[in-house]
């Protein structure tokens, strides 16, 4: 699967994988290069995946939460969504290198994460880390 890198989108397929997905893995680091990964939901809306920062129950607030600090201290994030099945002939994972920033959400991000998950409906957006793509690898087993 070629990757996107110089300026390049993504491919129609990597575009449609990235729609599709439900969840996806955001890595982060600090500026120390201390990495920091976790499992996210997320919208892709072409150009960039919106991860919301919602209002579901934390140990901390939003602006304190490591994933956001650590984009504020070093913008370069991976967004990692796969493919698991016990059939190896479907496996599939896409990698995408990103410009990460932290934004407040705006409406037709907001629209499109409600689209994608019904309990935006209910559970608040307090802000957005917006994925950039800079370059995307992937691989899969057989065939789109």
Known sequence: MAGAGGGRGLSPSESAFLCEARVARLATSDREGRP???????????????????????RVPVQRLR???????????VLLVDVYDEDWSRLRWLMVECDAAVTPPDEASL?????KYAQYERVPVEGLIRLAPTRVVGWQAGPL
């Not at 629209?111 to 689209?115: G, V, Y």
């Open 111 to 115: 629209a499109l994460l409600r689209e």
């Open 67 to 77: 994933r956001v600090r650590n984009v504020l201290e070093n913008p370069r994030a």
């Open 36 to 58: 920091h990964c976790i499992p996210v939901v997320f919208a892709w809306n072409g150009r960039e995946a919106l991860v919301p920062l919602d209002g579901k129950p934390k």
